[in-house]
């Protein structure tokens, strides 16, 4: 299974932007993808993730300002992050889970940047 990440970039504090994660390869049809990110210093955290049937988990560090959304016809996972803030500066990782609960396949990762 491989996943490619696109859509992260510089933006500044209160903006929007998008991104977006496709599974291809192998991908089983039932599966949970999301993402996940990691700021300098930081530990990795659950950002947002969706199961196949559409249960999500939002973090809550973003909650109330990060949706989470699929296309399970193409395997894609997408994260709107709205009203960005400085500390949500980080790489972000997708991922695909086998199960709601692991953490099997990782994409390289995207950088999200934003300044205050």
């Known amino acids: 299974v491989q996943l490619v990440e696109s859509g992260g970039g510089l933006v500044q504090a209160g903006a929007s932007l998008r991104l977006s994660c496709t599974a291809s390869?192998?991908?089983?049809?039932?599966?949970?993808m999301g993402w996940y990110r990691q700021a300098p210093g930081k530990q990795r955290e659950l950002v947002a993730k969706?199961?196949?049937?559409?249960?999500?988990s939002i973090g809550s560090a973003v909650r109330g300002r990060f949706t989470i959304s699929r296309d399970t016809s193409n395997n894609t996972v997408y994260l709107h992050m709205n009203s960005l803030k400085p500390e949500d500066t980080a790489v972000y990782y997708c991922?695909?889970?086998?199960?709601?609960?692991?953490?099997?396949?990782w994409g390289k990762g995207t950088l999200v940047t934003v300044s205050s």
């Open positions: 969706i199961s196949s049937d559409g249960i999500t």
């Open positions: 390869g192998d991908a089983p049809d039932i599966n949970t």
């Open positions: 991922l695909l889970g086998l199960t709601y609960y692991s953490l099997d396949y």
